[in-house]
């Protein structure tokens, strides 16, 4: 009874082993918890925006135009009377989704591609390897405010275009990483197991790769952030009245003189969830790093 | 025996690289196998010896059809394999398996050791999930695992422990030809024994066939039945091991095994040993004629016909093959060095 008990857990036994190993390391680092922590209030913020605002984003108080932090209004109002605290918390969401929705598509579409050119190289690696320095060669945020541009405004074009402005980079990783661990003798030992290509790429190739994959993606997560604000705030991302901390700043613009604290919150917002997210990316990987020993 | 079968023929092997770019001077073809023949006999252990660049890993890997062979054939169990599509070759791949260098590098760090030895069922389809736990029960045991390494991830496992689950994952479908592409050249001296032992002993009672390639004289020696000496991507002498222990023909061959230590000290020091000049050449531009005359230590003999003719693998005595100009059947090459006086091999 004992042993049947001890073969049925031992396998979970040696992945949990592991996973202590590295929450251990990871706690070593504060930097990185703290970042964890922020990112997950953001987070947190964006998946409950409904409950925890106080105010609909939209809601005007004509009583209460260019107001100052109140008990009615905790950070003041904008120029039309909306709550700012309200607005920065529906902005929470809209960033999110666009990081971690165009994060997800940009890995969807560019791994695969990436591992197909690193595992089968020659002339489809030549094609796909090239394709991407074109892409590459355009600064990011010119890609993507060009493809929103293109596609239009609104808060699903811009997770596309964020989306699409990302994937030449998880190709290059994809196929520098695929390029890497087929040279490893477990590929050629695969093959005398009597695998396929499929077999080898998801089970041998793809599993060996997670751990560069999701600190690329912690890192692309930001940018996408980022690139949500810079595009709403050119006007080519989420659209007035819709709430995103991107439209908060060019509606506060204006009003630079008079309400700087309107431009100081949506801000402070994003510096805090791209360097959280940054941080607790950077964390990540010195974690994950087999080389990393402390 | 030596009337059966082979397990494993190969015939003219020739692998060549391109290697760097068309334009420019940089390019070159690497004669990496350069039309080698051998068979391998069922239930045997031959030895592939050389040193470094000769070419063993790449006819191995030719071997087990990892490489696409420039010309030539390989034969296994009498069907030629050469030119199989990896699809066809699939299910043959259940006769054939490799044991790898590196014993770090062949296992996949994201599977446990219970799942790398039992993926060749898996993907043959031979068992399922309970059969499968068993059947991989049962060659961990055989190879000297405890049945707690099957939920160990290899980094969790010694060098040797590595290796041994390598050689359970390459016996587990009972193939009867197995490659071992330096199999103990990574471990500590001491695993270096208790793999190689345990190796003879499961040839035995498997009875698969085995290529054991290796640098290591005193493996050979202890291991196989006969031995391969390749230089510079070709044979150069084939023999029983006894008979190249006892009485090599081939000048590398007897450079080679006059570089081998004998345990005595005293006797050590009276024995009569050649060293051989420089490096080998390039196997991008091999000597003409015999590839060995350039640092042959016999070259004022053997020409001017091995600067011309390259010297054809023949036999000079039963079952004795040698390459060289100077060796022909009654007439031998002149010793210059002698061999290490081969202790008895026990058991």
Redesign the interface.
């Known amino acids: 009874m004992s042993i049947v008990v001890q073969e049925i857990e031992a396998p979970r036994v040696a992945g949990r082993r592991r996973l202590r190993l590295l929450t251990k390391r990871f706690l070593r680092r504060p930097m990185a918890v703290g970042g964890l922590l922020v990112a997950l209030a953001f987070v947190i913020v964006a998946i409950f925006a409904p409950l925890l605002a106080p105010y609909s984003p939209g809601h005007t108080d004509f009583d209460a135009v260019l107001a100052h932090s109140s008990s009615k209004h905790l950070l003041g109002t904008d120029d039309l009377g909306r709550d700012v605290l309200s607005r920065l918390i529906w902005g929470t969401r809209a960033s999110m989704q666009v990081g971690v929705f165009a994060t997800l598509l940009a890995m969807v579409v560019a791994v695969p591609i990436g591992m197909i050119a690193g595992y089968y190289r020659g002339w489809v690696d030549q094609v796909i390897a090239r394709l991407t320095d074109v892409l590459l060669a355009f600064p990011f945020l010119i890609l993507a405010v060009g493809l929103a541009a293109i596609l239009g405004p609104s808060l699903l074009n811009a997770t596309l275009a964020l989306g699409i402005g990302s994937i030449p980079g998880f190709i290059r990783i994809a196929r520098g990483e695929t390029l890497t661990l087929r040279e490893e003798d477990y590929v050629p030992a695969a093959v005398l197991n009597g695998a396929n290509d499929a077999t080898i790429i998801f089970r041998h190739i793809l599993p060996n790769m997670t751990n560069t994959l999701i600190v690329q993606a912690t890192l692309t997560i930001p940018g996408a952030i980022l690139g949500e604000a810079i595009l709403s705030f050119l006007g080519v991302g989420v659209q007035p009245p819709t709430s995103s901390w991107g439209t908060m700043l060019q509606e506060a613009e204006p009003y630079l003189t008079q309400a700087q604290r309107l431009s100081v919150y949506p801000g402070v917002a994003i510096i805090l969830a791209v360097l959280a997210f940054n941080v607790f990316g950077d964390g990540l990987r010195d974690v994950l790093d087999p080389r990393t020993t402390r | 025996m030596n009337d059966a079968a082979p397990a494993l023929e190969v015939e003219s092997l020739v692998k060549h690289f391109t290697s760097g770019r068309r334009i420019g001077s940089g390019g070159g073809t690497v004669h990496a196998v350069d039309d080698v023949s051998f068979s391998l006999r069922q239930g045997e252990m031959l030895g592939l010896v050389g040193e470094s660049g000769s070419g063993k890993t790449t006819l191995a ?1 030719c071997v ?1 059809r ?1 490489h696409e062979p420039t010309s030539g054939s390989i034969r296994l169990h009498g069907r030629d394999i050469t030119h199989l599509s ?2 066809d070759l ?2 043959l ?2 006769d ?3 044991v ?3 014993p770090y ?6 599977m ?1 050791a219970g799942e790398i030895v039992g ?2 069922l898996r ?2 389809r031979l068992a399922g999930r309970k059969v499968r736990t068993g059947r991989v029960a049962e060659i961990f045991e055989r190879v000297g695992l405890g ?2 390494h ?4 290899p980094h ?1 496992l010694s060098g040797g422990q590595r290796q041994r689950v ?1 050689l359970a ?2 016996l587990i479908l009972n193939p009867s030809v197995l490659v071992a592409d330096e199999p103990v050249s990574a471990l500590d001296v001491s695993v270096q024994a208790s793999i190689l032992n345990l190796l003879r002993d499961l040839q035995r009672d498997m009875g698969f066939s085995c290529l054991f390639i290796t640098h290591d004289l005193a493996t050979v020696e202890f291991l196989c039945d006969r031995i391969a000496v390749m230089y510079l991507g070709k044979l150069v002498e084939v023999a029983s091991r006894d008979e190249i222990f006892r009485d090599p023909e081939h000048p590398y061959t007897q450079a080679l095994l006059s570089a081998a230590l004998v345990p005595d000290p005293a006797e050590q020091r009276q024995r009569r040993r050649v060293v051989l000049e420089g490096d080998p050449p390039s196997p991008l531009d091999p000597p003409s004629g015999c590839r060995f005359r350039t640092r042959c230590p016999l070259h004022d003999l053997s020409a001017p016909d091995s600067d011309e003719i390259e010297p054809p693998l023949r036999e000079v005595s039963p079952d004795h093959l040698v390459a060289c100009h100077l060796s022909a059947p009654g007439s031998k090459t002149p010793r210059i060095a002698d061999p290490p006086v081969t202790t008895p091999v026990t058991g």
């Open positions: 890997n087990v990892l990896r699809r699939r299910p791949r259940r054939l398996h490799m790898f260098q590196d590098s062949s296992l996949n760090p994201r446990t993926e060749p993907l043959h049945p707690e099957r939920f160990r991830y969790e390598g994952r390459s």
